[in-house]
């Protein structure tokens, strides 16, 4: 069983920028896709960004693309999403994951752990 903790989430201004973090239990994290998801109030959870178990492979969702950006470090068992140009309607809990599909996945049903989740809130 891994265990996920998100951190970096807050309020920002639109146009400013976050780094979340999701810091995993175990070792084995290196073996796992990662990847990013949220949910704003009403709304279905979505697919934000994946990166592959050694990091050579990231795709994410159309509404990020050029501003946000996966990464991680296997060394600190931790996965990163970096948040630029944030929009009010990026305001979400964002939640990280990990899949043992190495292939990569924008389906949740393909993760097996999660994170609790944390809140971002981008004011206009």
């Known amino acids: 069983q891994v265990q996920l903790v998100e951190s970096g989430g807050g309020l920002v201004q639109a146009g400013g920028s976050l780094r979340l973090s999701c810091a995993a239990s175990?070792?084995?994290?290196?073996?796992?896709?990662s990847g990013w998801f949220r949910q704003a109030p009403g709304k279905e959870r979505e697919f934000v960004a994946a990166i592959s178990p050694n990091g050579g492979s990231t795709f994410s969702a159309y509404s990020v693309r050029g501003r946000f950006t996966i990464s991680r470090d296997n060394a600190r068992n931790t996965a990163y999403l970096q948040m630029n140009s944030l929009k009010s309607e990026d305001t979400a809990v964002y939640y990280c994951?990990?899949?043992?599909?190495?292939?990569?996945?924008?389906?949740?049903?393909?993760?097996?752990?999660w994170g609790q989740g944390t809140q971002v809130t981008v004011s206009p």
């Open positions: 994951a990990l899949s043992s599909d190495v292939r990569g996945s924008d389906r949740d049903s393909a993760y097996d752990y």
């Open positions: 175990q070792r084995t994290f290196s073996l796992y896709t």
